[in-house]
Nanobody, 120 residues
C-alpha cells in the first residue's frame, strides 16, 4: 500500500486547512485510517483515527472539537479538516493505515508526511 498525502501549507492562527491522503496498491476498505503528527523537536503523536466504515472516530484531546476526520472508501482517501488552528498545531502530518484504534503499534502503513505551519 502506498499513501500519498497532500494539502499541507501555511496559515495564520485561527485559520483552516484540509489535508488528504490517498491510498493505492491494494484495497484499504477493511482498515482503519488516521493521522499522526510530529512537531519540531518532538515525538510523533496520534491526532485522529476513523474506523473502516466511518462509524467511529477518535481524536487526541488537543484537537478535539477543532479537527474532523472523514474517509471516502470509494476513493481510498482519508481527510483531516483542521479548523481554529493554533501555532502548536505546527508539525509534519502523517497519514496511516492499520488496525483500530490505530495507535502507533497498530499502524501497518505510513504516508510520507505533509508540513502544516501555523503562524501567530
Amino acid at each position: 500500500v502506498q499513501l500519498q498525502a497532500s494539502g499541507g501549507g501555511s496559515v495564520q492562527a485561527g485559520g483552516s486547512l484540509r489535508v488528504s491522503c490517498a491510498a493505492s496498491g491494494r484495497s484499504t476498505r477493511a482498515y482503519s485510517m488516521g493521522w499522526f503528527r510530529q512537531p519540531p523537536g518532538l515525538e510523533r503523536e496520534f491526532v485522529a483515527a476513523i474506523s473502516w466504515n466511518g462509524a467511529a472516530q477518535l481524536y487526541a484531546d488537543s484537537v478535539k472539537g477543532r479537527f474532523t476526520i472523514s474517509r471516502d472508501n470509494a476513493n481510498s482517501t482519508v481527510y483531516l479538516q483542521m479548523d481554529s488552528l493554533k501555532p502548536e498545531d505546527t508539525a509534519v502530518y502523517y497519514c496511516a493505515i492499520g488496525n483500530w484504534p490505530l495507535r502507533t503499534i497498530l499502524v501497518r502503513y505510513w504516508g510520507q508526511g505533509t508540513q502544516v505551519t501555523v503562524s501567530s
